[in-house]
């Protein structure tokens, strides 16, 4: 399917509305019957009927199909946040005494749901450094149902080969999701790739505009119904007509955003990759990087993200740097219009929260801006620290 039918068409029923361009907001949470007859049909197929918005809402529908069919799947179920949606893909997948194998350094909400959440449901984690695929077959025990990956990893930008896992969880009947979030579906397709679910936090790429909060999961439409039908209706963490439709807005730049955004990176990566001050840049597209060949080969484009470990042999120093950065927002999240910087220390605030990585560790996002007006403000701020 044509990337830009999908955006700009695939699920828009125009004639039905008007022909408006922009699709209806149906802010509506209920839907009415004529007859017993219809209201008894919509009760046993909600899953493809509208008869309450904790189910189907039309908004919501149209950026459903536009989300499976950019990431190759069958069908697409979206949530309130990205953690609505991870959560509801890891839970569809495990009971009471089942064992998930998990990569290090996850999105940090996904590992407290692994690692502190399910215990209490008797289900039980072993993490995993994911870029040896031996590290996960040592990990299989005979009740792990689930491998949860996420490639390229929150800060440290690490990969997994995915066909590799997946054909691993074939043979021992174990599922994988994967947060797919920091590709973006337009640079990574894991399904491809044998992976069965798919997630995103929309809130980043997908709105791209640092105003609204999403999640979808992708997948084959047995798991989707079997989400919708457990997890969705039960746990209720669903989107809001109005918040689908500014997503299928973002969806509309996402193509010209994530070549901008690819490309100003790449520039300014260049450019911290060979400055005195810069220990080492933690970015797999990079010749150097020990997965070079493997993100090569599995993803489609690098994205906005890296980490810098900085030349810093004190933690003020490392403060320094991020405090003199003038065009650079702190800040959690990413996948807007403004660039960002996020010093690992700052997790170190809680025990709670607190990273194993190191010090030194900053994490950017590359924005819209112009890379050269960035690169400016990295320099003068590398020359502070
Ligand atoms: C932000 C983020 C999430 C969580 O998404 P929310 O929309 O904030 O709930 C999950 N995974 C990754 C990789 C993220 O960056």
Sequence with gaps: MD??????????????????????????????????AEMRHKMQHEA????????????????????????????????????????????????????????????SWAKTLMRKFLPRFGVNLTMVAGDDIENFEVAIRPNTTLIYLESPTSFTFELQDLAAVAALA?????????????????HQNPIEYGIDLVVHSCTKYIGGHSDVMGGVVCGSRENIYKIFKGEYMTLGAVMSPHDA????????????????????????????????????????????????????RQMRNNSGQFSLLLRADKLAQADRF??????????????????????????????????????NLVRFYIGLEDPDYLIRDLEQALAKM
């Excluded at 904790?54 to 697409?76: C, F, M, Q, S, W």
Aim: proline fraction near 6%; glycine fraction near 6%; charged fraction near 20%.
């Design 48 to 107: 493809e009927e509208y008869l309450y918005s904790r189910g189907n809402n039309p908004t919501v529908t149209i950026l459903e199909k536009k989300l499976a069919a950019l990431e190759g799947a069958e069908d697409a179920i979206a949530f309130g946040s990205g953690m609505g949606a991870v959560a509801a893909a890891v839970l569809s997948q495990v009971k009471a005494g089942d064992h998930i194998i998990c990569i290090n350094h996850p999105y």
């Design 170 to 186: 074939k043979q021992h009947g174990c599922s994988t999701i994967i947060d797919n979030s920091f590709a973006s579906p337009l």
């Design 245 to 296: 439709w500014l997503f299928i807005r973002g969806l509309r730049t996402l193509p010209v955003r994530m070549e901008r955004v690819a490309a100003s990176t790449r520039k300014v990566v260049e450019y911290l990759a060979r400055h005195p001050k810069v220990e080492q840049v933690l970015f797999p597209f990079l010749p150097a990087h020990p997965q070079y060949e493997l993100a090569q």
């Design 3 to 36: 990337l830009s039918y999908i955006i700009n068409e695939l699920g828009e029923e125009r004639e039905r509305y008007f022909n408006a361009v922009a699709p209806p907001i149906i802010q509506s949470s209920n839907f009415a019957n004529r007859t017993v």
């Design 322 to 359: 991020c405090d003199s950065l003038q065009h650079f927002l702190m800040a959690a999240s990413w996948g807007g219009h403004e660039s960002l910087v996020f010093p690992i220390s700052a997790t170190y605030a809680s025990e709670e929260m607190k990273s194993d990585l190191p010090f």
